[in-house]
C-alpha cells in the first residue's frame, strides 16, 4: 500500500516548456486534489476531483488543467510555464464519504521554472 | 469565503517544555472541520489532530491537545513534553462540512525545538 505517489520529485524547466505532473493513489478514494506551496503562503487549491468523471478549480488555477485519468490517477499540466508557477506541488486524496475525510499527501514535486 | 489565520510565523520551545500554536479561521457555516498538519523538513503533510465542529470536546492524540473555541473561531494546538522531532512546520487548515471538499491552510508556523 503506497499511499499517494507522484512523479517526479524534482522537475526543471524553462519558460515556456510543458510538462505534467502525474498522480496516483491505492487507497480507493473518490476525491482527489492539487494544491501548491510557496513560501509564507500555506498550501493553495489549485484544481480538485470531488469523484471520478468531474474536475473543479480552486483558489489559483490559471495557467493549469488537469486530467481525472480514471479513479486512481490525476494529472495536473502546465502548458507553458512561467517562473511564477516555481513552487512545491502536492497531490492529495480522500475518501468521499466518510465523515472525517482526512486527506492523504503525496510526498510532492518540487519545480523550478527558469 | 473562509480563511484561516496563523498569526506566529515562527515559535521555539525547549525539549520537555510545553507551547501553544495559535490558529483562528473566518466561516459562516456551522458545519466544518479543523485539523493541523505537521510538514517537518522531508515535506511529507502529516495530520497530527482533527476536530469536529459539533463536538464541545476538545481532541486529544497523545501530547498533542488543541483548544477550540467555536464562539471565538479559536482553534490553537498545545504540544507538551515537546521532543525535539517536533521540529516542523505547522499547518492548521479548515473544510466545510461537505464531503469531497479541498482543505483551506493557514500560511503555518515554524516550530523549532532547542535541547
Known amino acids: 500500500n503506497a499511499g499517494v505517489t507522484q512523479t517526479p520529485k524534482f522537475q526543471v524547466l524553462k519558460t515556456g516548456q510543458s510538462m505534467t505532473l502525474q498522480c496516483a493513489q491505492d487507497?480507493?478514494?473518490?476525491?482527489m486534489y492539487w494544491y501548491r506551496q510557496d513560501p509564507g503562503m500555506g498550501l493553495r487549491l489549485i484544481y480538485y476531483?470531488?469523484?471520478?468523471?468531474?474536475?473543479d478549480k480552486g483558489e489559483v488555477p490559471n495557467g493549469y488543467n488537469v486530467s481525472r485519468l480514471n479513479k486512481r490517477e490525476f494529472s495536473l499540466r502546465l502548458e507553458s510555464a512561467a517562473p511564477s508557477q516555481t513552487s512545491v506541488y502536492f497531490c492529495?486524496?480522500?475518501?468521499?464519504?466518510?465523515?472525517?475525510?482526512?486527506?492523504?499527501f503525496g510526498p510532492g514535486t518540487r519545480l523550478t521554472v527558469l | 469565503a473562509q480563511t484561516v489565520t496563523q498569526s506566529q510565523p515562527e515559535m521555539s520551545v525547549q525539549e520537555a517544555e510545553t507551547v501553544t500554536l495559535s490558529c483562528t479561521y473566518d466561516?459562516?457555516?456551522?458545519?466544518?472541520?479543523l485539523f493541523w498538519y505537521k510538514q517537518p523538513p522531508s515535506r511529507q503533510m502529516i495530520l497530527v489532530i482533527r476536530q469536529e465542529a459539533y463536538k464541545q470536546q476538545n481532541a486529544t492524540e497523545n501530547r498533542f491537545s488543541v483548544n477550540f473555541q467555536k464562539a471565538a473561531k479559536s482553534f490553537s494546538l498545545k504540544i507538551s513534553d515537546s521532543q525535539l522531532g517536533d521540529a516542523a512546520m505547522y499547518f492548521c487548515a479548515y473544510r466545510r462540512g461537505q464531503a469531497g471538499t479541498a482543505l483551506i491552510f493557514g500560511k503555518g508556523t515554524t516550530l523549532s525545538v532547542s535541547s
Open positions: 466561516t459562516s457555516e456551522s458545519d466544518y472541520y
Open positions: 476531483s470531488a469523484s471520478e468523471g468531474t474536475t
Open positions: 492529495a486524496s480522500s475518501e468521499l464519504r466518510e465523515w472525517n475525510n482526512e486527506q492523504f
Open positions: 487507497m480507493n478514494h473518490n476525491s
